[in-house]
């Protein structure tokens, strides 16, 4: 069964430092897609980012950037120059094709990473 | 465009008493989740529908737990009889039908006390 790990529980920095979160994942499969995800304190779940596993180009978007390594099985992101709007729970997530019935099961979390960004 | 959709957003209710969650999924959505998130366990998968049926519900804690999707925009999760212990946060999700490289996307979440 495929699994997600987000080992940092809790992070806090300092307004402007850079942050990584890290995100390592188990799969079988050699096409997957991972995701991530934002929950800031109002509570709602926003997604980030999508990546297959035949692209292992990093991606940048912002301050964001994302670095998947598929030899690590690490799908990491980094948040340049902080502001304290980025303190959220961050969730990284994998999906599997598998069945298409079995989408849903397919499609795991990580337990998530709570950042706070202090002023 | 419009996201998904829930209602109520918070509710407080006493134990015992009926509570029925609702979702409009993305217009042209024909996958539907419904997660459930708590501190102790986190994101957990409750049920999900293609095309309307229910396709897992292994996720539902018990029979008090039921779920229903008369059309492809409107979804209800129902809880009766509601007990403390079913305090969480309940997210609605929709996506293009189930294929791997969708993304889900969550609704806002409704955040349920009973007391």
């Known amino acids: 069964a495929q699994k997600v790990t987000q080992a940092q529980t809790e992070i806090s920095v300092v307004e402007k430092e850079d942050v990584t979160l890290d995100c390592v994942y188990e799969?079988?499969?050699?096409?997957?897609?991972l995701f991530w995800y934002k929950q800031p304190p109002s509570g709602e779940l926003v997604f980030l980012i999508r990546?297959?596993?035949?692209?292992?180009q990093n991606e940048i978007s912002g301050r964001y950037s994302w670095n998947f390594q598929k030899s690590t099985s690490s799908f990491n992101f980094t948040i340049t120059a902080s502001q304290v709007v980025d303190s959220a729970v961050y969730f990284c997530?994998?999906?599997?094709?598998?069945?298409?019935?079995?989408?849903?099961?397919?499609?795991?979390f990580g337990p998530g990473t709570r950042l706070s960004v202090l002023p | 465009d419009a996201g998904v959709i829930q209602s109520p957003r918070h509710e407080v209710t006493e134990m015992g008493q009926e509570v029925t969650l609702r979702c409009k999924p993305i217009?042209?959505?024909?996958?539907l989740f419904w997660y459930r998130q708590t501190m102790m366990r986190g994101l957990e998968l409750l049920i999900y529908?293609?095309?309307?049926?229910?396709?897992?519900d292994s996720g539902m804690p018990e029979d008090r737990f039921s779920a229903k999707m008369p059309n492809a925009s409107f979804s209800t999760l129902k809880i009766q009889p509601s007990e403390p212990r079913d305090s969480a946060v309940y997210f609605c999700?929709?996506?293009?039908?189930?294929?791997?490289?969708?993304?889900?996307?969550f609704g806002e979440g409704s955040w349920l006390t009973v007391v």
């Open positions: 999700a929709s996506s293009s039908l189930g294929a791997a490289r969708n993304t889900i996307y």
């Open positions: 799969t079988r499969d050699t096409t997957y897609y």
């Open positions: 990546r297959n596993s035949f692209d292992e």
């Open positions: 997530a994998l999906s599997e094709p598998g069945e298409q019935d079995n989408y849903g099961q397919n499609f795991v």
């Open positions: 217009s042209g959505h024909n996958s």
């Open positions: 529908f293609n095309n309307n049926v229910p396709i897992d």
